[in-house]
């Protein structure tokens, strides 16, 4: 079976730009496009995603068997046949390990529900599925649980997986997944975030509804008084001001730039004010030894 070059093109053309988005390093994540009831196009392992040609793609069969292409498919082809064997409405599976949703997969955080609209509208529920090792079945079954109802999975201590109609709607899934993480740990360090109200909720369910797309939660999710998720620890922010007197700072020297500025205060005037300020307080805590 040969696929054509549109369908090859679809998961070069995801292949770059997982990798111009940093989801990928090396020769990381693997994209599948079912192009027949039994043939799945993949992309091969020991490859950069994004420096893929048409010709480089592979065909497997849903048992895993390689049945077309010269390169080696991916190992990790197992979980991507898995969600094919179980839901006959998905074309392509895109996993990645985009740095911001796979830091919440390896601090094993569920993501918490009711933030953004976005998120409620075109995924949904996102699992935080058990770890288990990359490339065997153990891991492609690992998401048995959810796979019938999410088109999106947070892998404990690996990455992230989205599904979809094409590889363009599972990568866009991706983006969306990957945003998501990226300002919720954005929010953690501004402050907290606040979760939609159940009226705010259930008017979305109902814009979810008339797309077509009803959602399997129901609304017991978004009820007032549902368990708020967990927060991500907050980074510890290294550019806070030392709260206290600094006691390991060197002595002053007849060398040290400070010193100078000590002795000569109008030496400081070409600084900016910023640059004046933090001057003047590390004299000052230093004056305090
Ligand atoms: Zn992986």
């Excluded at 705010?200 to 009820?223: I, Q």
Aim: aromatic share 8%.
């Amino acid at each position: 079976m040969i696929a054509d070059d549109e369908l090859r093109g679809a998961l070069c053309e995801v292949g770059r730009r997982v990798w111009q988005k940093n989801y990928v390093a090396s020769n990381d994540g693997n994209f599948s496009f079912r192009i027949a009831e039994n043939a799945v196009l993949c992309t091969p392992t020991m490859i950069s995603k994004g420096f893929m040609k048409p010709e480089d793609m592979v065909i497997v069969d849903l048992q895993g068997n390689q049945i077309g292409g010269s390169r080696k498919a991916t190992s990790e082809i197992k979980i991507h046949l898995f969600i094919y064997q179980r839901r006959p409405d998905v074309y392509s599976v895109v996993h990645v390990h985009p740095p911001h949703a796979t830091a919440f997969a390896v601090t094993r955080q569920e993501l918490p529900k009711c933030v953004l609209p976005e998120i409620e509208l075109f995924l949904g529920e996102i699992p935080l599925v058990p770890y288990a090792t990359t490339g065997t079945w153990e891991f492609a079954h690992s998401i048995a649980p959810w796979v019938e109802n999410h088109d999106a999975f947070l892998l404990t201590n690996h990455g992230a997986v989205t599904v979809g109609l094409d590889p363009y709607d599972a990568y866009y899934k991706m983006e969306t997944l990957d945003q998501y993480c990226r300002i919720l740990l954005l929010a953690a360090q501004a402050g907290d975030w606040n979760r939609i109200d159940h009226a705010g909720m259930m008017e979305l369910l109902r814009v979810k509804e008339k797309l077509g797309v009803p959602d399997p939660r129901g609304v017991d999710f978004c009820a007032p008084g549902a368990a708020r998720p967990s927060r991500p620890r907050p980074f510890p922010n290294r550019f806070v001001p030392h709260p206290g007197p600094i006691t390991d700072a060197p002595k002053l020297s007849g060398t040290s730039p400070f010193a100078g500025a000590a002795k000569h205060p109008a030496g400081l005037s070409a600084l900016d004010s910023d640059a004046r300020m933090i001057v003047d307080e590390v004299l000052r805590r230093l004056a305090k030894k």
